[in-house]
């Protein structure tokens, strides 16, 4: 009987054309798994590409090699082909044009006419004939990529490959590791149970740029001895560990660092500092030229410098009209926290460990409220 990890290459050597893809709330460990896929596939001379929903490319990101050839959109996923009998009459010219919200072909024969009976029609097969989705605890985290084509998705292999307990193992072959701290540490595990010789240095950096990014440069509670060695082999093939460093938390701009100033001026917490939080107001974004997107920086700042902190909460203001604003709310919790449980009553979005609400309620007492609510919530978790 085949292994999993043989399972999966008899998968990969058959595909012709392999779609990779993850979460629209993607992290650090998304993206350099994915693209070390995408490396390691080009290696075997495969036809891939990484497709991801909101992906942003001028992100904190971008050192990784291959970093551009991430799309948004699926792109000519599927071939709508009109044929034309020409068994007894031949044609002389073919046009298009486009009128109104139809397209018409106009078909010249040389001789005699054509009719309808002469046409028919038909979809080619899918584009992709594998899929490996990385990092994601369901189908529909893809956002539009799986909404737009859940045909696409019904009808092609997917590999599904994850760390995290979430996982709805929603694939055909489901490569779930919860031992392992990153998406990354196991496709490094993957990889070298089929030619180490492949993973050069740019599939190790990307490789290790997840770990790293998953557990915080290595600062987090689940660190394993498996996962310290799996980093010690990557540098030693030549993953760039100063170069992740610097890009990651090294290089951070002055306007986002004037935003951490403006949060850390209003921190908060309660429980032992197992839950922290913090206000930003609509002038905090105006006067730092920061955007919503930096938060995700910052969250990572807090995770990072209060390694007590079980639940970090972010209100800021967003404007929601030309006068009026909302507010919206960021909270991020650790493995055994459920992030939308503790949002359950503002219909949450996103995942257990970071959920996202907005709200017409005025900052102060969106504060207020929410807080209130997480307080006794955790008081029955025991933090």
Partial sequence: MLTQEQQIFEQIKKATNILITFKKTWSGDSIASALALFLFFKKLNKEVEVVAEQFDQNRLFSFLPAFTEIKNTLDNLRKFIISLDITNTKVSQIKYQQEDNKLNFIISPKDGFFTSDDIESKSSGFKYDLIIVV?????????????????FFYQTPIIN???KSTNESFGQINLIELTAVSTSEILFSLFESFSRDLIDDNIATCLLTGMIA???????????????????????????????????????????????G???????????????WSTLN???????????????????????????????????????????????????????INSLDLLKEFKPIG?????KIETDLPLAEAEKTIIKIIEEKADKLSL
């Fill in 282 to 336: 609509y002038d905090n974004f105006a006067k730092t030229d920061c955007e919503e997107k930096d938060l995700a920086d910052v969250i990572d700042e807090l995770i990072i410098n209060i390694p007590q902190a079980k639940i970090i909460v972010i209100f800021y203001e967003k404007q929601k009209t030309d006068i009026n604003l909302q507010t919206n709310v960021i909270v991020y919790s650790i493995k055994n």
């Fill in 351 to 355: 995942t257990k460990n970071l959920a």
């Fill in 161 to 163: 490959i994850d760390h």
């Fill in 135 to 151: 990092d994601s605890p369901d189908l529909e985290s893809l956002g539009k990529v799986y909404d737009n084509d859940t045909e």
């Fill in 262 to 276: 403006h949060i850390l001026s209003r921190l908060s917490s309660t429980l032992n500092n197992s839950l922290v």
């Fill in 214 to 260: 998953e557990t915080k440069s290595f600062k987090t509670s689940n660190i394993t001895p498996n996962a310290l060695l799996a980093a010690s082999q990557l540098i030693s093939i030549g993953a760039r560990r100063e170069e992740i460093v610097n890009q990651l938390y090294r290089s951070r701009s002055l306007n986002v660092l004037k935003l951490w």
